[in-house]
């Protein structure tokens, strides 16, 4: 269904600068509570007594340097303990190590954190100084009570219908915070948080509490990265531990499956997704799995068969966990590791993959003057998008990086010295604007009535854009150069 473009009504207009406001300011810019902070061995009554009298739901705990947050939850399953409040220390219940932002953080970094780790309030700190505490109650205040934070509308789904209608408003926040100009990476790392959070909360309706402790849900590609903003498939798999044995799955997944689909997430055309036997595995069977990639399949490849395991594995490399057990896959990527560890010529045939694409017909070499097939589309992720991605990824994983952002990969093969300082800078700003470029074409392909792809109109460019994009296919040309010559393709 084509977004609507047509003038915002003044009470849709006024939410949508409230929800830009929260992404343009800082956590100095909101009000945060002064701090409280009650001794460790302070008992339960005392202190939900002083808290009481000054109005308050939580309090810092300190015990020998270390800080600590008591609140109201914590009260509640302190009253489910043997020992009568009278003579529970605050120590036993609090919750030491809390997160925490800077007053200099980005508020969009605040929600984000909330978000990730499921938690409703941080501290705040000046440099080391504890100096208060933001919740999310300080949030919607600041945002004048905005209601449509569709996070909390996820966590309060209580059926399928419901959190289909939370996951179907995040395209239309994405064209909302496209035209205010908010930034390519905070809109994709908003997205991010709120599929998972969607994928999330959709498996624990559907699998049995038992499955969902003996398994763990992964999203892969873009989705791991990060880096999908417009939902254009769905990359996810299920680990599951070794003995471990559920009747429905082949139901369940089959349902989860359908029920993304029926979000808005298209199924993956090359089925990578839980609901086919491949992508739902035993951690044992998975590891062999892995090894095919890496070695190539046993007994070799039918004739006219193909082997997709190059492909899958590239997808895995991103993988991250969204519920159930890390530790499963966790375990698969040391796996992983130590079949590819050391391995020169694999890591130089799998990064060889970025010349898959080429550029066809020197197009470019038209740009910005367009002489002629005005009318001419690019694919934007073959040719600059995908080479980036891709060769990002055969460095990290050469460099045994764990970060799954091509950006924070970026951030750490800088630290570790392994790429010039110059590259990895334009490296950095080509993506951002290959991504912001394809989701601008996507809107607009959303907005005529076409499913969004990765195709770019030349003829939708304007000058700037159009130089900008010669650019950054300047930089990716220089990157693909590089890595041939770091990975010497022309031995291979």
Known sequence: ?????????????????????????????????????????????????????????????????????????????????????????????????????????????????????????????????????????????????????????????????????????????????????????????????????????????????????????????????????????QDNALIIADAYACPDLEAITEAFTAALIDFGYPPCPGGIMLSRPLWRQPLAAFRQTLRQWVHGPDGGLPPGGRDDGPMNLAIFLDAVAVAGDAGLLAEAEAYLERLVAADAPYLARF?????????????????????????????????????????????????????RGTVDRLKALREAEALDDALDRDLVEALRFLMGLKLRSNLRQIAAGRPPGNTVRLADLGTLERQALKDSLAIVREFKAWLSRHYRFDAL
């Open 351 to 403: 990064a060889r993959a970025v010349d898959q694409f080429r550029e066809e017909g020197g197009w470019w070499s038209r740009l910005p003057g367009l002489r002629g097939r005005e009318a001419a589309e690019i694919d934007i992720k073959k040719l600059g998008i995908f080479p980036i991605v891709h060769g990002v990824r055969a460095l990290a994983l050469e460099h045994r990086i764990t970060a």
């Open 1 to 233: 269904m084509p977004l609507d473009t047509a003038t915002p009504h003044p009470a849709a207009a006024r939410e949508r600068r409230e929800f830009v406001s929260l992404l343009s300011s800082r956590v100095r810019d909101v009000y945060v509570r002064k701090p409280f902070f009650a001794d460790a061995g302070t008992d339960l009554v005392t202190l939900c007594r002083a808290l009481s009298e000054r109005g308050l739901s939580e309090a810092l705990v300190e015990e020998n340097g270390r800080i600590g947050v008591f609140t109201t939850t914590d009260l509640r399953d302190a009253l489910l303990r043997p020992e009568p409040p009278t003579r529970l220390a605050v120590r036993e219940v609090a919750t030491f190590d809390p997160w925490s932002v800077s007053l200099d953080d980005e508020l969009y970094d605040a929600l984000i954190l909330m978000l990730r780790h499921r938690v409703h309030r941080v501290v705040v700190r000046d440099g080391t100084a504890i100096v208060g505490v933001l919740g999310q109650l300080d949030l919607m205040a600041f945002v004048a009570n905005h209601s449509h934070i569709i996070a909390l509308e996820i966590a309060n789904a209580g059926d399928v219908a419901a959190l289909k209608a939370a996951a179907r408003q995040i395209d239309g926040m994405v064209a909302v915070l496209n035209a205010d100009g908010v930034r390519v990476e905070v809109i994709a790392g908003l997205v991010g948080e709120l599929n998972r959070q969607v994928f999330r909360r959709l498996w624990e309706m559907l699998a049995p509490e038992d499955l969902r402790a003996h398994s763990c849900l992964i999203v892969m590609g873009s989705e791991g990265r990060g880096e999908q903003i417009i939902k254009t498939d």
